[in-house]
């Protein structure tokens, strides 16, 4: 079978506190929204703005975090791949739709008092801080602090 790619890149703001719950094995999962924004020029001349909202899912140690470090307002950068789940409405009886991103990597972007949570998830103050959950990926890794700007060089193509 050929190789496929499934990846997402949002930078963006928290509409709303994100919800922490458990699965009943003690899974814990973080849901939220992510609002993302575009500014166009329509057809007169005249500047627009375009928000664009998306369903967020965390899971596991990644969940945690959101739950202790992101709030209603927090900038950040994220990373993960489309999932898309569908079920029977009880009361309509129709098939309804649901297109998630499942987080892999997150980093709170902005410093205390900007929304951003402040520091790492160890308390460490630092301009951006990365919160990534990777089954493969080494305890080491989790505590990494990143850049909070994106330049040209972060880029890969």
């Known amino acids: 079978m050929a190789k496929s790619v499934n990846k997402v890149i949002l930078v963006g703001n928290l509409g709303k506190d994100p919800e922490v719950k458990f699965t009943p094995s003690g899974v814990p999962v973080a849901k939220f929204s992510l609002a993302t ?76 008092g900007e929304g ?7 308390g460490r103050s630092s301009r951006g801080a990365s919160a990534s959950f990777d089954q493969r990926s080494s305890h080491s890794e989790e505590h990494a602090p990143a850049s909070a700007e994106i330049t040209d060089e972060d880029i890969p193509f």
């Open 116 to 122: 951003g949570g402040g520091g790492d998830h160890e």
């Open 37 to 112: 924004n575009e500014r166009y020029k329509d057809k007169a001349g005249e500047w627009q703005d375009r928000t664009e909202w998306h369903n967020i899912v965390a899971w596991q140690r990644l969940a945690e975090i959101v739950g202790e470090y992101v709030k209603k307002g927090s900038k950040i950068y994220i990373e993960g791949r489309l999932q898309t789940s569908s079920w029977e409405d009880k009361q309509s009886g129709e098939k309804k739709y649901r297109t998630e991103i499942v987080a892999s990597d997150l980093v709170l972007l902005g410093g205390r």
